[in-house]
Structures are given as C-alpha cells and as structure tokens.
C-alpha cells in the first residue's frame, strides 16, 4: 500500500494512554482524538473534513498515528479499522472505527457547540 503524506492539524499528536487520559482531564466542552496512520488511503479525506469542522464547532482536537503508538494507548482504543475515532462530550463518549467524513461531521454537528462568529454578517 502506497504511503499517503497528508498534514494533521491536530493541537497535540498523543502516543501513550498517560497523554491520552491527561487529553480528557484538560478536554474543555469537547475532545475529538482523531485515529489514523500515513499508510492509510483513506484518512486525508477524514483530516480534511475535521479541519473544516474546526471552523463551525467547538472542539479539541488529538491525533494519534496507530502504528507509532506505544502498546498501552492501542490496547485502550483497541482500534482495528482506520479512520477511527473517539468524541468525548461531558459523560458521553461516542466511536467509530472505518468512519467516514460524513459520519465524523453529523458526531460533531451533534454533540459539539457551534463556534460563536461576531464578525458574520447577521
């Protein structure tokens, strides 16, 4: 499989559960950890689609890459489809392994606040 090069946008790459339980501490409203790999076909079009939600919704954004994460944080997630990911909004969590960009964005339109825009016209 051909390697894809794309950029993450993420605020934070975690490799360890220790970074990923610390993540959730300090998580604010929302925390979306975005699960993926560069040899993935698939997860430039999902990294392109959660950097456009960051426009309209209200979110922290973790990226951790599955082949360089250390074997604590892959038990945890237990990930076997990419892309994959984790939405943690107050007591409810929600994921989804093999998900698409149309499945991250209706997680996020539904469990995220809108972004408060005061320059838009009104």
């Not at 698939?42 to 950097?51: N, S």
């Not at 990226?63 to 994959?84: C, I, R």
């Not at 994921?95 to 960009?101: I, L, M, N, S």
């Amino acid at each position: 499989m051909a390697t894809q090069e794309h950029e993450c946008c993420a605020e934070r790459t975690i490799r360890t559960l220790d970074e990923w339980e610390a993540c959730k501490e300090t998580m604010g409203d929302a925390l979306l950890l975005q699960m993926g790999s560069p040899q993935c076909v698939r997860c430039p079009a999902f990294t392109k689609c959660i950097d456009a939600l960051k426009a309209e919704w209200k979110f922290r954004h973790v990226y951790a890459n599955m082949h360089d994460v250390e074997e604590d944080l892959y038990d945890e997630l237990s990930v076997t489809q990419l892309p994959a990911y984790v939405l943690v909004t107050g007591n409810s969590t929600l994921a989804k392994e093999g998900a698409t960009p149309e499945q991250i964005s209706q997680a996020v339109q539904t469990a995220c606040a809108a972004v408060l825009n005061l320059e838009e016209d009104f």
